[in-house]
Structures are given as C-alpha cells and as structure tokens.
C-alpha cells in the first residue's frame, strides 16, 4: 500500500506543481482584501491602499461590479480610472487580481437586449438593479460577456501589477434558475447531446409512468414545479435539468476563461470563487481553470456551532471542508472573500467571537491555502450591503475588529515565514491516515428531489462524516469518482446513492489492493438515472458490504430509536437501513428497539488486503458514526488522534494548528519535545496555537 501511495502522491503533485507556480512557497499563504474604487471619491484612493498596506496586506482585489463604469456605452471601454487605482495599488506594492463583471450587466445592455436576462420560475423576467441576472444561456449575453472580458484581457493581459484574474463573482443565481427562451432552447440541445434519441431520453426519464411519453426534443419544456399540480412524472427530469444549470454555468466561466487566457501573460493566474458548498452549480466542472477558489462566511445566522457562542464561531468544519474540497483538484486553492465581521444578509447578523476571524484566518491557512483574501476594505456608504463590516468603518479610517485581527494575523505569518523550510514531509502518523471523501452533486440534487424523509439532508449527512474524520485529526480530500484511489488507505463515500457496475467495480478492485472503505445507508440503492434496479433491494452492493438490506426504517418526528454498539446506546431518527450479515461478515451495531431489534446496523468485512464497513444508521448528533470511523481505523492498524469536541487540528508546511471552536477552554495533547510557535495548549474559546 505504500508504494501506491507514493505513485499516488507524485500524479497529486503533478496537478499541483502547475497551479503552484502562480505562488512563492516561502510566503506559504498572501493576505490581500477587496475595493472598489469606483465607490469612492478618488482622492481617497490613495490614502486607502496606503492603509491597506500599512495593514500588512499583499495584494487587492478590484472590478468584479464595474461593468457600467468600464463600459459605459456598447463599444465604449473606459479604463483611465481603474488604471489610475492600479498605479496607486502598485505604488503601495499591493498585487492586483482584475475581475471580469459578468455579474452585473450594465442597464443600456439589458434595455437594449432583453433577452440576456434570467427567467424566473415563477415566468417573471428579472429586473435590472441587482446581480446575477444574467443568462448563462443567452447567446447575446455570451456575446457581450466576451467582447467585455476581452478587452478587460487586452489592456491588462501583459500587466505586471496584475498578478491574477477572478471570473465573474460566486458564479450561480444565487438558488434561482433560469427558465427563459435561451435556456429552453439550450436545455433540449444538452438533452439531445446527451441521448441522442428520444427513445433514450423516455427510457431514462420513465416516460411511460403518467403518460409522459415524448416523440421528438421539441415538447420538452424545463421541468417547472410551479406549475405542477402534483409534482413531476419524472424525477429524472429534474436532476437533468440541474446537471445542465451546472454544465451551463461551467461553460460560461470556460468561455471567459478561453478569452482571457487567448490575451494575458502566463504569468497570471485566472480563477474564480465559488460558494463554498454548492446545490445548483458544480464548481470541478471547470477543471481548466487554473485552480477554484471559494468563498466563506461563517458567521451568518444559519449556524448554531458547538455550545451556548458556536453561533458567533461557526461550524468547526465549515472552512476545513472548503479547503479540501476546492484544493485536491489542482493541489492549490485560496479563500477570496473571508467573513471580516458582521454581515447584512444572513437571517441573523450577529457579531462574531472575539479572536473568532483570526481563527478562521489559521484555519484558512492550516488547510494548505496560498492565499486568503476579504471581503471588503471599506464599509459602504451606500447600497444593499451597507451594514457589511469591512476592515474600516465608515469614516474610512478607523480600523473595525476584523481589520484588527487581519493585521495581527499578517504580522504572525511574517514571523512564521522566518521558520518556513521547504520541502519538508507530512508526518508518518498523520500520511498514513489519509482518507478521500468521494462527493459527487448527483447524489445531492436526487436525494434533494426524492428525500423520503423531511429530515434527509444530504449535505448534513456527508459533512457529519466530514466532521468526525476531521476531529480524528485525519488529512481529508474531497474528490470525485475520477479520482485514483489508490492513493488513499481510507475511502469514505456517504450516501451514494447513485452507482454503476463500474464504480463498484472500482471500489472492490480498491479493497482488494488493501483500501479501507467505508458505505454508509442510502448507498447503491439506484443506477444512474435514478431508477432502482430490477434486483433485491440495494442489490448492487450486496456482495461488496457481504449484507442484504431487505428493508429500512424512518421515524416519526416524535419517535426516537436507538442502535447499541460496544455496549453503547446511540439515538437516531432520520434513517436506518436493517441489514442481514452474509456468512463471515462481522455484525459491529444493532438496533436496540423496534420490532427489528437484534438486527445489524453496522456491519464489517474483509476483503482480499482490504476491508469494507457499512454504516446502516443516520444517527442524530453523529456520535456512532465517528466511533465507528475509530473502529475501521483501528482495524485496519491505522492510530488516529482523537479531539476534544470543537478542536480542530491540521498540519502545513512543516507547522502543526490547533484552533478551538467549542464554547468551552480547552485543553491539547501536544508533544513535550515540540516547539510552541504561537499560543499555548490550554485554548480559550477561538484560540490557536500553532507548533513544531
């Protein structure tokens, strides 16, 4: 297994040394923060990126929401005044990344072309005035989008201040689709490429359920729920509709891409950020992008955290999960907008923990990210945003809490590059647990569409795992069934509840090499297009976890049952699959109640130099689950490093972090022989401590 590991390694790093060149090592992670120079009166621009300088910050971020300035009428470039906001950015030896503002179409461009706007569900067609209005489909749109992203390109491509380009912003409709004409039309023509036939096309969606058979790709409309009375005939349907939105804003960030990288240097790096988990788009779809980068905000109402302040900190694995999903596919990756303080959309906005944003600037950077950069310099005046902290209020000047702890931060990664050395390896103990999250959206949008239960999230269910690993101590990459394997001595794949006799073949040959793997319920239940098989339920993976599942269970909202494992009673509620071990199979948990009491929820097999485990049970707070991640890696002689709840701990660069996202102090096990760089082992809530 060693060996494939370091094969694995080399094609990891082959992807990586690309990406890689865009960044200086001995810097290990740039600190840099958005403007907008088009928002301020210019004789306080250089007053301002001086300030960001004295800061500490490394480069700025500008244009992404300047299209009706750089190109006031069709045809009319005006770049004086963001050349002017270069020139003094440069003379404070701040970096520039350029953005390309495809998110917001000027007003003469909508009013001249309609037809470049959304279509809402509801048959409404957007409104100028806001962002992301745009069709991805519109070939006007794509038309207009390219002539802006090349002149953009033309004029700044060979600018040595410019040190990357970001495409559009958060590229998605914010959870909207788009149900216009040119979606239409390009929504048949996707579904054509794709089954050639409307024979095909019917056998995979099951047209024949509702009479909903179709004769040619004309009658198809978009599947629009809103007009539904009683919901699709074809749940296919809706996942191909979101599978096309992915590909549709794959391609419009592609086209830019192509365009940019037809005129700029290859000295400068073109990315964009995504929202760091994703439902409607697919950001590995655009895997000609130098690297993805991504956007996060902790703190925004929609988090409860750990303990009576986890609201003000956080989920202790939201920013790790964005790190080692958007880093495994080109081995770089970096934060482009970071929570700077208090926000203005969320469904609350409370004010984050103190020391709360420098923890999750060593998160950032604990996670392998060459750069982290915010959200925005300045508090606006003016517009939607204007209860948005900044790293200053809104004299301009007076730097806010955020902006206190970015500058604290700056100045402890000056130190810390001093101690940087290269080339140095991942720890043995830590290497040899490395594990893959095997993630593909498919799953999410069919469960999303099809949950059978009000309580299924798909998404809470995989980051519950997530989170467990994660408090194991154990390397994590988030990556996609293309993905070699290998690589990995443990593969987890939570909920997969859409596969073939290639992936299952991939994952058996993976066992038998000497792999780990982990299944968990809801696993090997449909093929590809969503239809269960014509076999014995979850027939699929029957022989791989050595178990029939001849039925599962879900409660009510009021019933609580338990599962025992190792003498231990754990509460679930959701979802459990009751499974009958094959002959050799080990039973691990049962369920403890129900008139299914006695039978396995977990079950455990060995297989060629591997093993694989099922976990049948969604539990609550996810308690068995990492008790049963503890008990594969033991079994397979593989030590892990057990948290207390909160802590989350990483290693880069040769440095060991620690940050504590519990409500609590706590206390860390940290090695009597190690050196502390930063902080200590006794962590306040929000603490780091950083050692060797």
Same mark, same amino acid.
């Given at each position: 297994?060693?060996?494939?590991?370091?094969?694995?390694?080399?094609?990891?790093?082959?992807f990586a040394a690309k990406a890689q060149e865009f960044?200086?090592?001995? *810097?290990?992670?740039?600190?840099?923060?958005?403007?907008?120079?088009?928002?301020?009166?210019?004789?306080?621009?250089?007053?301002?990126?001086?300030?960001?300088?004295?800061?500490?910050?490394?480069?700025?971020?500008?244009?992404?929401?300047?299209?009706?300035?750089?190109?006031?009428?069709? !045809?009319?470039?005006?770049?004086?005044?963001?050349?002017?906001?270069?020139?003094?950015?440069?003379?404070?030896?701040?970096?520039?990344?350029?953005?390309?503002?495809?998110?917001?179409?000027?007003?003469?461009?909508?009013?001249?072309?309609?037809?470049?706007?959304?279509?809402?569900?509801?048959?409404?067609?957007?409104?100028?005035?806001?962002?992301?209005?745009?069709?991805?489909?519109?070939?006007?749109?794509?038309?207009?989008?390219?002539?802006?992203?090349?002149?953009?390109?033309?004029?700044? !491509? +060979?600018?040595?201040?410019?040190?990357?380009?970001?495409?559009?912003?958060?590229?998605?409709?914010?959870?909207?689709?788009?149900?216009?004409?040119?979606?239409?039309?390009?929504?048949?023509?996707?579904?054509? *490429?794709?089954?050639?036939?409307?024979? +095909?096309?019917?056998?995979?969606?099951?047209?024949?359920?509702?009479?909903?058979?179709?004769?040619?790709?004309?009658?198809?409309?978009?599947?629009?729920?809103?007009?539904?009375?009683?919901?699709?005939?074809?749940?296919?349907?809706?996942?191909?509709?979101?599978?096309?939105?992915?590909?549709?804003?794959?391609?419009?960030?592609?086209?830019?891409?192509? @365009?940019?990288?037809?005129?700029?240097?290859?000295? #400068?790096?073109?990315?964009?950020?995504?929202?760091?988990?994703?439902?409607?788009?697919?950001?590995?779809?655009?895997?000609?992008?130098?690297?993805?980068?991504?956007?996060?905000?902790?703190?925004? /109402?929609?988090? *409860?955290?750990?303990?009576?302040?986890?609201?003000?900190?956080?989920?202790?694995?939201?920013?790790?999960?964005?790190?080692?999903?958007?880093?495994?596919?080109?081995?770089?990756?970096?934060?482009?907008?970071?929570?700077?303080?208090?926000?203005?959309?969320?469904?609350?906005?409370?004010?984050?923990?103190?020391?709360?944003?420098?923890?999750?600037?060593?998160?950032?950077?604990?996670?392998?990210?060459?750069?982290?950069?915010?959200?925005?310099?300045?508090?606006?005046?003016?517009?939607?945003?204007?209860?948005?902290?900044?790293?200053? /209020?809104?004299? !301009?000047?007076?730097?806010? %809490?955020?902006? #206190?702890?970015?500058?604290?931060?700056?100045?402890?990664?000056?130190?810390?590059?001093?101690?940087?050395?290269? +080339?140095?390896?991942?720890?043995?103990?830590?290497?040899?647990?490395?594990?893959?999250?095997? %993630?593909?959206?498919?799953?999410?949008?069919?469960?999303?569409?099809?949950?059978?239960?009000?309580?299924?999230?798909?998404?809470?269910?995989? @980051?519950?795992?997530?989170?467990?690993?994660?408090?194991?101590?154990?390397?994590?990459?988030?990556? /996609?069934?293309?993905?070699?394997?290998?690589?990995?001595?443990?593969?987890?794949?939570?909920?997969?509840?859409?596969?073939?006799?290639?992936?299952?073949?991939?994952?058996?040959?993976?066992?038998?090499?000497?792999?780990?793997?982990?299944?968990?319920?809801?696993?090997?239940?449909?093929?590809?297009?969503?239809?269960?098989?014509?076999?014995?339920?979850?027939?699929?993976?029957?022989?791989?976890?050595?178990?029939?599942?001849?039925?599962?269970?879900?409660?009510?909202?009021?019933?609580?049952?338990?599962?025992t494992f190792n003498g231990e009673k754990y509460c679930?509620?959701?979802?459990?699959?009751?499974?009958?071990?094959?002959?050799?199979?080990?039973?691990?948990?049962?369920?403890?109640?129900?008139?299914?009491?006695?039978?396995?929820?977990?079950?455990?097999?060995?297989? /060629?130099? !591997?093993?694989?485990?099922?976990?049948?049970?969604?539990?609550?707070?996810?308690?068995?689950?990492?008790?049963?991640?503890?008990?594969?890696?033991?079994?397979?002689?593989?030590?892990?490093?057990? #948290?207390?709840?909160?802590?989350?701990?990483?290693?880069?660069?040769?440095?060991?972090?620690?940050?504590?996202?519990?409500?609590?102090?706590?206390?860390? +096990?940290?090695?009597?022989?190690? *050196?502390?760089?930063?902080?200590?082992?006794?962590?306040?809530?929000?603490?780091?401590?950083?050692?060797?």
């Open positions: 297994m060693k060996k494939i590991i370091i094969i694995g390694f080399l094609i990891a790093f082959t960044f200086k090592p001995e *810097k290990m992670v740039e600190t840099g923060v958005y403007y907008y120079p088009e928002a301020w009166n210019p004789d306080q621009w250089d007053r301002d990126f001086k300030k960001m300088a004295d800061m500490g910050f490394e480069f700025t971020h500008m244009a992404e929401f300047a299209w009706a300035q750089m190109e006031p009428a069709e !045809g009319n470039f005006d770049f004086k005044w963001l050349d002017k906001a270069v020139e003094l950015a440069a003379k404070h030896n701040l970096k520039v990344i350029m953005c390309t503002s495809s998110a917001t179409p000027p007003v003469w461009l909508v009013r001249k072309y309609p037809e470049v706007l959304i279509e809402l569900q509801s048959g409404q067609t957007a409104q100028h005035g806001t962002r992301t209005h745009g069709s991805f489909s519109s070939p006007k749109y794509r038309e207009m989008t390219t002539k802006m992203v090349a002149a953009m390109a033309k004029h700044y !491509g +060979n600018d040595k201040r410019i040190w990357g380009w970001q495409i559009d912003n958060e590229p998605s409709h914010y959870g909207a689709y788009d149900y216009s004409p040119a979606a239409q039309i390009s929504f048949r023509n996707w579904l054509q *490429k794709k089954y050639k036939t409307i024979d +095909n096309l019917n056998n995979a969606w099951g047209t024949a359920f509702w009479s909903g058979v179709y004769t040619t790709f004309d009658q198809i409309e978009i599947p629009n729920k809103l007009r539904m009375n009683a919901g699709p005939a074809s749940t296919t349907s809706l996942v191909d509709f979101k599978r096309f939105f992915a590909d549709e804003c794959a391609g419009f960030i592609s086209m830019q891409y192509n @365009t940019l990288r037809e005129n700029v240097s290859k000295s #400068q790096f073109v990315t964009t950020n995504f929202m760091h988990i994703h439902t409607d788009v697919d950001p590995w779809r655009n895997k000609d992008l130098d690297f993805i980068s991504y956007t996060m905000y902790p703190v925004a /109402g929609y988090s *409860k955290g750990l303990g009576d302040q986890g609201f003000r900190l956080g989920d202790p694995w939201r920013i790790s999960w964005a790190n080692d999903f958007f880093r495994p596919l080109k081995g770089v990756t970096g934060v482009m907008e970071l929570q700077p303080g208090q926000v203005n959309w969320g469904t609350y906005n409370p004010l984050p923990y103190p020391g709360a944003i420098h923890a999750w600037l060593w998160n950032a950077f604990a996670g392998g990210l060459d750069f982290v950069c915010s959200y925005r310099f300045r508090q606006p005046l003016f517009g939607s945003e204007q209860f948005h902290y900044g790293m200053v /209020g809104t004299d !301009g000047v007076t730097e806010l %809490f955020g902006g #206190q702890q970015y500058s604290r931060f700056m100045k402890e990664i000056r130190e810390l590059r001093k101690l940087y050395k290269p +080339n140095v390896s991942m720890p043995a103990e830590f290497a040899t647990r490395k594990t893959a999250l095997l %993630f593909n959206p498919d799953n999410v949008w069919e469960t999303e569409i099809q949950p059978q239960t009000y309580k299924w999230n798909e998404i809470n269910h995989i @980051t519950r795992y997530y989170s467990s690993l994660k408090s194991l101590c154990v390397p994590v990459d988030i990556v /996609g069934e293309d993905r070699d394997l290998s690589a990995y001595p443990v593969v987890v794949a939570p909920a997969y509840q859409l596969v073939d006799k290639d992936l299952i073949a991939k994952w058996k040959k993976y066992v038998e090499n000497g792999g780990q793997l982990i299944l968990t319920c809801r696993t090997g239940l449909k093929d590809r297009n969503g239809h269960f098989f014509e076999a014995p339920w979850a027939d699929a993976i029957a022989g791989l976890i050595g178990a029939k599942i001849p039925m599962y269970d879900e409660m009510s909202s009021e019933t609580k049952a338990n599962v679930w509620n959701t979802w459990g699959d009751i499974l009958e071990p094959y002959f050799g199979t080990e039973t691990w948990a049962t369920y403890a109640d129900q008139f299914y009491a006695g039978k396995a929820s977990v079950v455990h097999r060995r297989v /060629g130099k !591997g093993s694989v485990t099922y976990i049948g049970t969604d539990t609550e707070n996810g308690k068995l689950e990492k008790e049963i991640l503890k008990k594969t890696f033991e079994a397979a002689g593989i030590t892990t490093n057990e #948290q207390p709840e909160g802590v989350m701990v990483n290693w880069r660069d040769g440095f060991w972090v620690a940050i504590n996202y519990s409500s609590t102090k706590v206390s860390i +096990n940290i090695p009597t022989n190690a *050196k502390i760089i930063l902080g200590s082992k006794d962590l306040d809530i929000a603490g780091v401590v950083i050692w060797q």
